[in-house]
């Protein structure tokens, strides 16, 4: 079986709060976009976790596939069986693009799937929610704004025909880092903005903002000149993505993305023209 594990971008993240459990509630905007690792999963009658990968992160006990195939090991019972992985990355590791949530929400819907455990989107969003804060929300396929430590999805609609160029150099950031150093939040119209885009307006796009932005461009300076550059070349928004280090900037103007991706896309690693696919 073979699945499609889309990256996504926070359009806006505030922080609304601390818990007493060491995570904030949060209130962001989030979509998927068109970027996807590829994600091979099939039984094996060996019992076994077999996985292979083009990237190297680490001890496989670590990695976000073999802990969801574990959740829904425990889940199937009788059920379960030895499975071999092969995970082909395209989407930049730490990078605030969710590479690992959405590797591990796509395992459990193959797993769901090839063991007919009949899990219901719910089910998994309750049991992916305890692996990561991140992973309910692929479950859901739509575009969505997200509360509590992320795991509370309202879905809304972007009518608005945002051009998205996304850049990424290499530079990976710890999410708990980030949490741990932004102190001014809880003042972005989160409402205000999902609304205006849920109509087709382009009018609240200057008010997108990420409030982990200011720690992130703080400890990572470097940083600052992808956001410059971008905002030079024409976007109307250039914005960190989650706790970095991804930087997306919005046009409206396919011309002006278009000339921007030409002008960038020697100088970084990485740099692509993505569509929001949850519209
Ligand atoms: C910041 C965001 C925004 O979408 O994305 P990324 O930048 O990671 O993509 C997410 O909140 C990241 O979610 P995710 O990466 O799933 O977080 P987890 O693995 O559950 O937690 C990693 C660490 O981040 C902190 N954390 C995470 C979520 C949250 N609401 N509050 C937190 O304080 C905690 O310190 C936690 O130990
Ligand atoms: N399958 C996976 N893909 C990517 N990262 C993974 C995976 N499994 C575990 N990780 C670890 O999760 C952490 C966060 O990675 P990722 O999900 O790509 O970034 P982010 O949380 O910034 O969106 C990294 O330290 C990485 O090593």
């Known amino acids: ?21 060491g995570y904030h509630n949060i209130d962001t905007l989030m979509a998927r976009i068109n970027l996807f690792d590829k994600l091979e999963i099939e039984k094996t009658s060996d019992g076994k976790f077999t996985y292979d990968s083009n990237v190297s992160l680490g001890k496989v006990e670590d990695n976000l596939i073999f802990k969801a195939y574990e959740v829904m090991k425990n889940l199937a019972g009788e059920k379960a069986t030895g499975i071999r992985v092969k995970l082909t990355k395209n989407i930049p590791v730490a990078a605030g693009l969710a590479g690992g949530s959405t590797n591990a929400a796509e395992t459990m819907k193959a797993l769901n799937e090839l063991w007919g455990m009949g899990l219901t989107k719910n089910d998994l969003m309750e049991a992916g929610a305890k692996l990561g804060a991140d992973i309910p929300f692929f479950f859901l396929e739509r575009a969505a704004r997200a509360t509590g430590i992320g795991e509370i999805l309202d879905p809304f609609s972007i009518k608005t025909p945002l051009k998205v160029l996304l850049v990424n150099d290499g530079t990976s950031i710890a ?4 949490y741990k150093n932004t102190k001014l939040f809880g003042h972005i119209k989160t409402g205000e903005i999902a ?13 997108f903002e990420n409030v982990m932005e200011d720690v992130v461009l703080r400890d990572f300076p470097h940083l600052k000149a992808i956001k410059e550059n971008l905002s030079n070349h024409g976007a109307l928004k250039a ?12 046009f409206k103007d396919e011309k002006a993305l278009d000339r921007a991706y030409e002008s960038l896309k020697t100088s970084y690693n990485f740099v692509r023209k993505v569509d929001l696919i949850d519209d």
Do not use: P, T, Y
């Open 195 to 207: 609304k205006s885009l849920s109509q087709g307006s382009w009018e609240f796009v200057e008010d």
């Open 239 to 250: 914005l960190v993505s989650g706790s970095g280090a991804s930087i997306f900037g919005i």
């Open 175 to 178: 999410s708990a880092h980030v």
């Open 1 to 21: 079986m073979i699945k499609k594990c889309f990256a996504k971008i926070n359009l806006s993240l505030d922080i609304i709060s601390k818990r007493a459990d």
